[in-house]
């Protein structure tokens, strides 16, 4: 699913390069959008941090920190 980022949203990710190095701006809004409409920003923030983490074990043998925070408003 495509989103239009430009689009209004009622929330926001602030997030380490640690979750943006193999987590496209797309892939995350298809993550989080199914929490968004659910008002359950704290399991979406976990799923950041477990995609992330699956996505460095996959790609590099050292995991860079993996911080975020999701804001639903």
């Given at each position: 699913m495509n989103?239009?980022?430009?689009a209004l949203r009622a929330?926001?990710?602030v997030a380490s390069d640690?979750?943006?190095e193999f987590l496209d701006?797309?892939?995350v809004m298809n993550m989080v959008m199914p929490y968004y409409e659910k008002n359950d920003?704290?399991?979406a923030s976990k799923l950041l941090i477990?995609?992330?983490t699956n996505w460095w074990e996959k790609e590099d043998v050292v995991?860079?920190?993996i911080t975020n925070i999701v804001v639903f408003y």
């Open positions: 989103f239009d980022l430009n929330f926001f990710i640690g979750v943006w701006n797309n892939k920003p704290d399991n477990k995609e992330s995991i860079d920190d």
